[in-house]
């Protein structure tokens, strides 16, 4: 399941109140991720943290890298905290090859070279080929829920200025082709490019709901760490006071239009 879909599930249970009836525990969650920059990978995660409303602690890390945070809270929530941490924050555009226009059932096997084939979320899902390259990858990045125009769930994402102009030059570029739009291991949206898109503003609408629009633009809204961030391992102990209702409330407006 990927990391959008894994959080929905997740606030799903927590806005149900299903988790509010867990035994409270003190969760230690360890981390590992390069030596070199594991302090700016903690800052990094201590925002993802306050952007949840989660009373974490997070201890400066080691010579080895690893990342300790500590939480109180229900032990079915301990999913949901590792995928909010673990999201991945970035967003690619990536051109089509001149042939590709759908791929068919399946992806060709073998790939030809230099191209990627992943599947977008249409059901049944149509795997697309293009560029293992991204043609952009915006480095500064915000996104919001929001609505199309047809009234479908929808991801807003906003650009930086210089992304801005990156984006704007990519589609006068790519004028009546495709540009694969896509997150993580997915693909979001495969639109034909009618005009160039510039003022740093992008509406996504696909295959997703609401509360799935609202996991997708927290997670495309989390800045990408410098390096890659294993899970490692994580401790439960009782905990006699939570302050897991921050995380709880954060984490329903997610779910929230």
Known sequence: MSRPLQLCALLALLVSGAAAAEERMRLLLTFGTAPSVAAEVAAAMRARLDR?????????????????????????????????????????????????????????????????????????????????????????????????????PA????????????????????????????????????????????GGRILISGSFGAAEAAALAEAIGMAPYAAPVAYLESVRTEAPESAWGGVIEGLKTLGQD
């Open 155 to 198: 991801v807003s994402v906003i650009l930086g200025t210089a992304d801005a102009e990156r984006f704007c030059a990519l589609t006068l570029q790519h004028v009546g082709e495709r540009l694969a739009v896509v997150h993580g291991d997915r693909v979001l949206t495969v639109p034909l490019v009618q005009e160039p898109i510039c």
């Open 52 to 152: 949840l409303g989660a009373e974490a602690e997070i201890a400066p890390p080691g010579p080895d890298g690893r990342i300790r945070v500590t939480l109180d809270g229900p032990a079915e929530a301990e999913d949901a905290v590792v995928a909010a941490l673990l999201a991945e924050g970035r967003l690619a555009f990536h051109s089509l090859p001149d042939f590709a226009d759908g791929t068919g059932a399946a992806c060709p096997d073998p790939l030809p070279h230099g191209l990627i084939c992943l599947t977008d979320l249409s059901a049944p899902p149509q795997p697309w080929l293009f560029d293992a390259t991204p043609a952009l990858t915006p480095k500064e990045i915000g996104a919001e829920a929001s609505i199309d125009g047809a009234g479908r």
